[in-house]
């Protein structure tokens, strides 16, 4: 294989904007104006999809994790640059597959795809997005800005990453192996929500329990969940069935702070900040004692 | 192994940046001002360093190939977002001596680490470095501007790459194959150069011949070449020795082209840009034929 020919067939068409000036040069010049943020995200075949994962939403999911980080400051995806180490011997059929999912989704999220590298390995298929975005109002929402008396409120529904990996896991074709591999994320719409009103923001992709436990400790607050108010992906027939699903990873979801007591539309209020500094939960209105496990632990 | 032990114990000390807010969020904030410029460069064990290369030296490798990059294009790096996939079972030691070769780097390129991603591997050690550069004119100096009449002119010494390569292939430990490992590359002050007088500019990565092709190409003119004129990493003995110098890869200096006939310091004149829209070299004032490997084809 020729990796130039590759690129000029399958990733040069994906470039478009101004300042990578059709790849002929060896760096893309940024877009400049307002504040700008950046995030990276490594997915590795093996360790963040399944080997046999159609790479069509392998692709989706690199940009859908990238933009739920940038989303979840308040802010929209500008600017990519995509690294691509290519297994030996892995057919172009196959990486056609792939840039069509990472082009589906460049322009689902309006973002332009400015550069980048592609290699070869011996190893495992790695994708490394590194991802900038515009902020829509004066700067970034942090995870530490969230005071007591604030309201909590969570956006989509928790727990289509655990139901999801479950269905992909048994070799499932359906909706819901679908919802693993190419999740479910916040919108812009949400992002404007969280650029106008958090107090305190973060993307959910460790599970909803330990990414509130480290908003609380960010902020130096207490933030009381009442767990029975969480919009779930299904039935939870009991309380540890809502743990688990708020316990996996893989959701993608903002969670956020704010000192409306309004619901934002796109959002469900599911708690209060309170003065403390960690995580408590109740269910039908009595505490209950956290999990052991509260999410996915790197 | 918890990978967020590793990355407090050797990611986060190198992180200082006041936009990276130690990594204590999602995304980092970008500088803003000025017109900047981005790249992205991944290196893969096996493939882009020896799997017994030393790792600090990999680790040093990884910013001079992109920093080599933003020099060449006037401009000097700014903020860089690291991803480590990391092979599993390789011990804690090695990874403090990539990330020291890493910190050692930045410090000399004045370059803040302000994110990325560090994640686990079943396959090969894979290193992805973004580096964004702040440009020192109003722009970005392209490929593209060569113009007729211009001087040719190459930054330091050709040939370290392939010097460098075949010592550290011997299994070498001494400065040659330490120049492989760690390359020479461009300076600030070339930068700087490029950015008051170049017309066009690259760096020079996979063979002098191929990459003053590229320029020729991408600027629709001749480059002729007196190729008994570049100042070489060690003695040729013959017109076979210098093309072989001059088409071997892993060199990182900046070829450049300029109106002004006199040379700049830290740069040597090899020749002339002509009408036309390729490469011509001539051997003590003769014409001679181009070779048929000019250097490394991806």
């Known amino acids: ?83 691509v180490a290519w297994p030996k011997g892995r057919s172009e059929t196959e990486f056609d597959a792939l840039m069509r999912g990472i082009g589906r989704d460049l322009a689902a999220y309006k973002t332009a795809l400015i550069g980048g590298d592609f290699v070869s390995t011996d190893g495992p298929l790695v994708l490394t997005l590194a991802l900038t975005g515009q902020c829509l109002g004066k700067g970034s929402v942090r995870r530490s800005g969230a005071r007591a008396g604030d309201s909590i409120f969570i956006g989509g529904e928790i727990g289509w990453g655990a139901v999801g990996l479950a269905a992909a896991r048994g070799g499932g074709s359906g909706q819901d192996a679908g919802r693993y591999r190419v999740p479910l994320i916040s919108t812009a719409a949400q992002a404007r929500t969280v650029s106008d009103s958090a107090t305190a923001s973060m993307d959910v992709s460790d599970g909803l329990l330990i990414d509130a436990q480290r908003l609380a400790q960010a902020s130096s607050v207490g933030l009381e969940i009442a767990i029975d108010a969480v919009p779930l992906a299904v039935d939870a027939p009991d309380l540890e069935g809502i743990i688990r699903l708020c316990s996996g990873g893989d959701d993608y979801q903002i969670l956020i702070t704010a000192s409306n007591d309004e619901t934002p539309a796109g959002f469900t209020k599911i708690g209060r900040v309170t003065v403390g500094n960690s995580l408590a939960l109740t269910y039908k209105n009595e505490p209950v004692n956290l999990p052991e496990t509260l999410g996915f632990e790197h």
Request: proline residues 4%; negative net charge.
């Open 1 to 83: 294989m020729s990796e130039r020919d590759w690129i000029d067939r399958y990733i040069r068409p994906l470039v478009t904007a101004k300042g990578a000036d059709a790849l002929r040069d060896d760096v893309a010049m940024l877009t400049s104006g307002g504040v700008q943020i950046a995030t990276m995200d490594t997915l590795v075949e093996g360790v963040h999809f399944l080997a046999d994962d159609p790479l069509d939403t392998v692709g989706q999911k690199l940009l859908r994790v990238n933009a739920s980080d940038i989303h979840a400051k308040g802010a929209l995806p500008l600017e990519a640059l995509l690294s």
